[in-house]
């Protein structure tokens, strides 16, 4: 995703109000493509959602930059608008499908059960595996993130939200 002027002001505010040095960021729409990228953006708003999860071939072929414990990252909604700032705190890699029912409640979607979670993702990425030409079965590697709001401080998981 692009890091439009809207996009580097409010990493600007964060920088300037927190002190945190000048490192790279990277800029993350969920669901991109599915019609639920508002949605899943409001749903970390309001502290719902603290996980996401992504497969491994998005950020080894599909271009995108892949997290690191302890970076960062702007959420933007499906018009573009930068809606918060999270700070990766927890990564795993593993099959789709040893998705834990804990990761599927924190993920905060539909009934945030393993089964739901399941299905839901195995749509998603199927869809997108038609749509690009690859395969895609409940083995494929896959990204497990956790993360915690730092910006902006009135949805911020904690009140030190810059450390």
């Known amino acids: 995703m692009k890091k439009t002027p809207s996009v580097e002001a409010i990493w600007a505010a964060y920088r300037e ?3 945190m ?7 993350v729409c969920f669901g991109q493509g599915s019609g639920w990228e508002t949605k899943l953006a409001e749903l970390v708003l309001v502290g719902r959602k603290r996980a996401t999860a992504a497969l491994l ?3 080894t072929i599909g271009g995108e930059q892949m997290p690191i414990i302890g970076g960062h990252a702007v959420t933007i909604d499906g018009g573009g608008k930068p809606r918060c700032i999270w700070r990766t ?9 040893s998705v834990s029912d804990s990761f599927a409640w924190d993920e905060g979607e539909g009934d945030r059960t393993r089964a739901w979670w399941l299905d839901a993702h195995r749509r998603l990425f199927a869809a997108r595996a038609a749509r690009d030409g690859y395969g895609f ?27």
């Open 17 to 19: 109000t927190t002190g």
């Open 21 to 27: 040095p000048d490192e790279d960021y990277a800029v």
């Open 57 to 59: 071939r998005d950020f």
């Open 89 to 97: 705190i927890e990564l795993r890699l593993g099959r789709l499908d």
């Open 137 to 163: 079965h409940d083995g494929s590697e896959t990204v497990f993130e956790r993360f915690r709001v730092v910006w902006p401080p009135d949805v911020a998981d904690t009140p030190n939200y810059p450390r």
